[in-house]
């Protein structure tokens, strides 16, 4: 599996990105898709998540009502649309799969997605 994450740049406070992540290669019925992101010296930190199938979603509370996570299963690409950006949110943005459907309370925790991509950095200036 292969995510290619997409969309990242620079953007003033109070401003609006959509990141992309399109994943390629072999795909399963039950997975999951999140994003996670990690600022300079920070430890990576969960954003978003989305079960494929049902789309059941997730947010940290950290930018939920600024956030959606959406999908598009004809291109195997889940979106990241970020609003009402604040310099806080500067960082590298990973797009990641996990082969299980997971449930709430679990899809925050990295260790259980499978494949990342390479990231997108978003930087938000004040």
């Known amino acids: 599996v292969q995510l290619q994450a997409s969309g990242g740049g620079l953007v003033q406070s109070g401003g609006s990105l959509r990141l992309s992540c399109a994943a390629s290669?072999?795909?399963?019925?039950?997975?999951?898709m999140g994003w996670f992101r990690q600022a300079p010296g920070k430890e990576r930190e969960f954003v978003a998540a989305?079960?494929?199938?049902?789309?059941?979603?997730y947010y940290a509370d950290s930018v939920k009502g600024r956030v959606t996570i959406s999908r598009d299963n004809a291109k195997n690409t889940v979106y990241l649309q970020m609003n009402s950006l604040k310099p806080e949110d500067t960082a590298v943005y990973y797009c990641?799969?996990?082969?299980?459907?997971?449930?709430?309370?679990?899809?925050?925790?990295?260790?259980?997605?499978?494949?990342w991509g390479q990231g997108t950095l978003v930087t938000v200036s004040s």
């Open positions: 989305i079960r494929w199938s049902g789309g059941s979603t």
């Open positions: 990641a799969i996990s082969r299980r459907g997971l449930i709430a309370g679990t899809m925050g925790i990295p260790s259980l997605f499978d494949y």
């Open positions: 290669g072999r795909t399963f019925s039950s997975t999951t």
